[in-house]
């Protein structure tokens, strides 16, 4: 197909009044990190002690945020518990208390940046910046030497994570990739290598998703994310049949597929890939259904669709922002309402400020119990809860009794032996396990069935 003749096509159809209203007055995207904090006006009216604190946290753990979020998604009117408050902006509680205190004392006697960077940097290593073995495992080597910006941790699925993405519009207090945010070097996995991609793709027949992700790929240029992306359509990446695309944009910058200046070139790639046989699937990741309601975000949904390519959406559940059973309801709703196909509930993982934001196990299955029970059948493609952990993706399926033992059963939604997936297996009931690692098989058995060959996988 001819992509020129696909844009001649796209351009009639997308003509709307909502679109042109967006792109009459493009709005410029503004951002705020740390050292612009004292300058968003909404902040002034809380306490000056509450700004300290946000000031102490956002040394050790990432900030930013644009003024769309400020503006549109959070309520001023009800902090500090608002969701989208909780999700972007950074609280007393996401350090523990000793670090906190460590941290706070500098600031308090002024001290000089490198002594609060060489601080924020040892506290940082201790919040586990790389969980579910990311460094150590999933790393593909051609000729043994390591593809950056690589992972392929399971069989069918490689992650890439281009260099010019690996940022986002914001930031997300409980984002598990925080570590790549805060500049230090070595903990951030990028590649700026096309042909370094395509080399892998090419060589590697048993791939049948790319999952292009980041950080946000969708702070991309389009030019860029063309350059990974169109050739795909050669024939000698026929066995790759699925180009996902993992984003918050829908949430943080919906003018990205609206009215951005290469928002069109992008519905216009997104189009060709379709066109050319690709499933296309953006990764949305959603974590309160607030983020649908402003007519940008519509808008960016509705064009999305548009060009053939699907939406899926998945988050954490996390406290403080969405741990009731009712926003999942509410949120899976309006994702079918609006096209979208909910996907995953997940679980948030062992890094960065977990103990402020984790839900133990047992109450977030309830949760999704709850919530799954509210809604209609088109909406119960929403699977979890699940934990990315270090083996595979292990969902909470429920919890019984058998043979008088109370006991989570769980199961792989993926495994890194493709064997694992589906199984069955059994943990002891614990009300207070937040992780995989906290839960010990049940009927007095030793180890879980795939923690052997786990093992042996970690010291290959
Ligand atoms: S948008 Fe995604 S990668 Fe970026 S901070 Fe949020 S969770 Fe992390």
């Known amino acids: 197909m001819n992509p020129a003749v696909v844009r001649v096509t796209?351009?009639?159809a997308l003509i709307s009044p909502g679109l042109d209203a967006f792109k009459a007055e493009p709005a410029a995207f503004k951002v705020y990190t740390d050292r612009q904090m004292d300058q968003i006006p909404q902040l002034a009216r809380l306490p000056e002690e509450t700004r300290f604190d946000m000031k102490v946290v956002a040394s050790v753990l990432p900030f930013r945020v644009n003024q769309y979020v400020i503006d549109e998604l959070i309520d001023w009117d009800d902090i500090p518990e608002d969701p989208i408050f909780q999700l972007v902006f950074p609280q007393r509680g996401m350090l523990k208390p000793g670090m906190f205190e460590r941290m706070a004392r500098l600031h308090r006697e002024n001290a000089d940046k490198a002594a609060i960077q060489a601080l924020a940097h040892?506290?940082?290593m201790e919040l586990n910046p790389h969980p579910a073995g990311q460094m150590e495992m999933n790393l593909p080597k051609v000729d043994g030497e390591v593809v950056e910006g690589l992972q392929h941790k399971y069989r069918e699925t490689v992650l890439f994570f281009p260099s010019q993405g690996q940022t986002c519009h914001s930031y997300c207090t409980f984002c598990?990739?925080?570590?790549?945010?805060?500049g230090d070097k070595e903990l951030r996995i990028?590649?700026?290598q096309a042909h370094q991609l395509h080399a892998y793709l090419a060589e590697h027949k048993e791939v049948t998703d790319l999952l292009v992700t980041g950080g946000d790929p969708m702070i991309m240029k389009t030019r860029h994310l063309e350059g990974y992306l169109s050739r795909l359509i050669e024939p000698e990446f026929d066995h790759v049949q699925t180009i996902r695309i993992g984003t918050k944009a829908l949430t943080f910058?919906?003018?990205r597929f609206v009215s951005d200046a290469d928002a069109d070139d992008l519905i216009v790639l997104l189009e060709k890939l379709v066109q050319a046989g690709k499933h296309v699937a953006i990764m949305a990741h959603y974590n309160h259904w607030r983020e649908l309601k402003t007519d940008i975000a519509y808008e960016a949904i509705r064009r999305i669709r548009d060009t053939g390519a699907e939406i899926r959406a998945q988050g954490p559940?996390?406290?403080?922002?969405?741990?009731?059973?009712?926003?999942?309801a509410k949120l899976w709703q309006e994702q079918v309402r609006v096209g979208i196909i909910p996907y995953y509930m997940f679980v948030e993982r062992d890094t960065g400020a977990q103990h402020y934001f984790e839900v133990p196990l047992a109450k977030a299955y309830a949760i999704y119990r709850d919530a799954i029970r509210q809604v209609s059948g088109l909406a119960r493609t929403a699977r979890g809860p699940s934990m990315s952990a270090a083996p595979g993706k292990v969902e909470?399926?429920?919890v019984t009794e058998i043979n008088g033992e109370k006991v989570f059963v769980l199961r792989f939604i993926q495994g890194r032996n493709p064997a694992w997936v589906q199984r069955p297996f059994f943990a002891r009931y614990d009300e207070k396990a937040t992780w995989l690692d906290h839960l010990r098989p049940a009927f007095g058995e030793e180890k879980f069935f795939f923690e052997d060959e786990f093992e042996a996988m970690k010291s290959a």
């Not at 598990?176 to 805060?182: E, M, P, S, Y």
């Not at 559940?317 to 999942?328: P, Q, V």
């Open 10 to 12: 796209r351009k009639d």
């Open 122 to 124: 040892e506290l940082r």
């Open 176 to 182: 598990f990739r925080w570590a790549q945010f805060v």
């Open 190 to 192: 990028a590649s700026n």
């Open 253 to 255: 910058w919906p003018h």
């Open 317 to 328: 559940l996390l406290a403080h922002i969405n741990d009731h059973a009712d926003d999942w």
């Open 396 to 398: 909470i399926q429920g």
